[in-house]
C-alpha cells in the first residue's frame, strides 16, 4: 500500500483528513504538525507521496518543499496564494502540483489527485524529440505525475517504440525538424488500426493559424506552443489521456 506523508499544522485539516482517510483503503499515512517532526518521520519511514502546507510555523518560506524533494518526494502543495511570483519562487523544485485553499473539498480534491498519481503508473506515454535535453526535459515532468514515459529521438524509433508498446496512450510530439518529420508521423500513425486509440499532442515552436490547422486535419489531437508553463503543459496531458476514445 502507497505511503503517504501529510504535513499540516492546522488542527481542523489534520482531522478533515483523518476522517476522509478513514472512508479509504488506497493509503497508509502519517500526518507531521510542523517542519520538524516532518523531519523525523523522514529519518526513519520511506514515503512515495507528500501533501504539504507550504507555509509552517516552524518553516514558512516553504522550506518543507525542499525537505520533500531532499528524500525524493514530489509533493502536492497546500496554498493560500497563486500568482506568477509564486512559480517564479519556486520553479526550479519538484512539485507534483498546486492546491489552493479553499473553503470547500479541497481535501477531497486532494485525494482525487493521489488516487490520480496512482492510476498513472498504468500509463504509458510516448515522448519524441530530437533534442536529448528537450526530451528529458519533458520526461522528468511526466514521471513527477507517475506516468510510465518512453523515449524516441527520430522518426523510426517512434514506429519502433508504438510497436513494443501497443498500449501507449499518449505520443508527445515536438515538432522539431529535420529529425522528426512531424506530419509524416502523424499521417503514418493514423493509417495504422492499431494506433486508433492513441492520443497525438504536438509542440509547436510558434502560433500559426496554417501548421497548427494543418496538424489536427491530419490527426493530431491537440497541439500545444513551447515556452508553455509546466502546469498548462500537465493540464494539456491529462485532458487527452482522459479523453473518450
Known sequence: MAKLLIVEDSIIVQAL???LFELEDTFEYDIAKSFEEA?????????????????????PHGE???????????PL?????????????????????????????TEVNVIKQLKQLQANKQTKILVAS???IYSTYLRQNLKLHNFKVIAAHNDAEIYERL???????????????????????????????ENDKL????????????????????????YLIKDFSRDEFYVRVYQNINKVC
Not at 518543507?64 to 514530489?74: F, G, K, Q, S, Y
Not at 501548421?211 to 490527426?219: E, K, P, V
Open 163 to 193: 510497436v513494443l508498446h501497443p498500449d501507449t496512450r499518449l505520443l508527445v510530439l515536438d515538432s522539431n525538424e529535420p529529425y522528426v518529420n512531424t506530419l509524416e508521423v502523424i499521417e503514418q500513425i493514423r493509417k495504422s488500426a
Open 17 to 19: 483528513f483523518q476522517e
Open 39 to 59: 523531519k523525523l518521520l523522514l529519518k526513519r519511514t520511506r514515503y512515495e507521496y507528500g501533501v504539504v502546507e507550504r507555509v509552517l510555523k516552524d518553516a
Open 199 to 222: 492520443k497525438i499532442l504536438t509542440l509547436v515552436d510558434e502560433s500559426n493559424s496554417f501548421a497548427t490547422s494543418t496538424l489536427l486535419h491530419n490527426g493530431s489531437d491537440d
Open 77 to 105: 502543495v497546500f496554498t493560500n496564494h497563486i500568482d506568477e511570483d509564486f512559480f517564479d519562487e519556486f520553479e526550479g523544485a519538484k512539485i507534483v502540483s498546486y492546491i489552493k485553499k479553499i473553503r470547500f473539498n
Open 130 to 132: 530530437d533534442s536529448k
Open 64 to 74: 518543507i518543499i525542499a525537505l520533500l524533494n531532499r528524500h525524493n518526494i514530489a
